[in-house]
């Protein structure tokens, strides 16, 4: 910047991007100063090296107002725990672990495993690293190793990041739920149907061999027998 340039020639830019051609670094110092501006070398390594007019204040604020923003907008993967107590851990247990690992990586985050030794697992380390290869084979489709898991004390760790490319399964339960809520709506709706037909098919149908009378001869020999 400004003195700093040690290049004898530099191409020249201008503040608002015009190229004002190849010159000695000390008359584009000139044409900065007159202009009260900074002399900025853009690109140190072309030939000759390029170097352009600006407000360096200024543009370092504008610098450092865009990575800030870009941060922002940039939602970095999150390391998530997950911990095991027993590197002899029963199969049903492991498998319960694994549903939960793969559903940590479908969400995109990177997952830190953690398996804690007690007692006289302590002398028996080749336990917990025949666990943590077996999780690695069995999330081989979803999951990638960084790194060897690592003893640090009591607990042996090792770091899984979730496979480029992976994308997470579409949700099923939830149409399932509704499937079974229009299931049990219809059958609801069917029942009363059913209750008010039954009593009208027992009323209108005889039973078989017999004849029901007219009503008005059910009322004379009512009277009859009076």
């Known amino acids: 910047m400004n003195e700093r340039i040690r290049a004898r020639e530099v191409r020249l830019i201008d503040e608002n991007g015009a190229q004002l051609g190849v010159m000695p670094a000390r008359d584009a110092l000139q044409v900065a100063r007159e202009r009260n501006l900074d002399l900025i070398e853009v690109a140190p390594k072309a030939q000759p090296p390029v170097c352009r007019i600006m407000d360096y204040g ?3 604020y504008q610098q450092a107002k865009r990575d800030r923003q870009a941060r922002k907008k940039h939602k970095g993967a999150e390391v998530r725990v997950l911990v095991l107590r027993n590197p002899q851990i029963a199969q049903h247990d492991l498998e319960i672990k694994l549903r939960k690992l793969r559903e940590l990586l479908l969400e995109g985050n990177k997952v830190r495993i953690n398996l804690r030794l007690r007692g006289r697992q302590m002398s028996r380390p080749e336990l917990g690293t025949t666990l943590m290869k077996r999780i690695t084979l069995e999330l081989a489709d979803a999951a990638q190793m960084e790194g060897v898991p690592r003893r640090e004390g009591r607990v042996m760790s090792m770091l899984v990041a979730p496979k480029p490319g992976m994308r997470p399964a579409p949700p099923k339960k939830a149409e399932a739920t509704v499937d079974a809520k229009e299931q049990v709506s219809e059958k609801q709706a069917e029942e009363p149907r059913a209750v008010e ?8 149908q005889p039973r078989p061999g017999e004849e ?3 009503q008005a001869e059910d009322a004379e020999d009512s009277g009859e027998a009076g």
């Open 197 to 204: 037909e039954q009593p009208q098919r027992v009323e209108d």
């Open 212 to 214: 029901r009378p007219p």
């Open 58 to 60: 200024k543009h370092k």
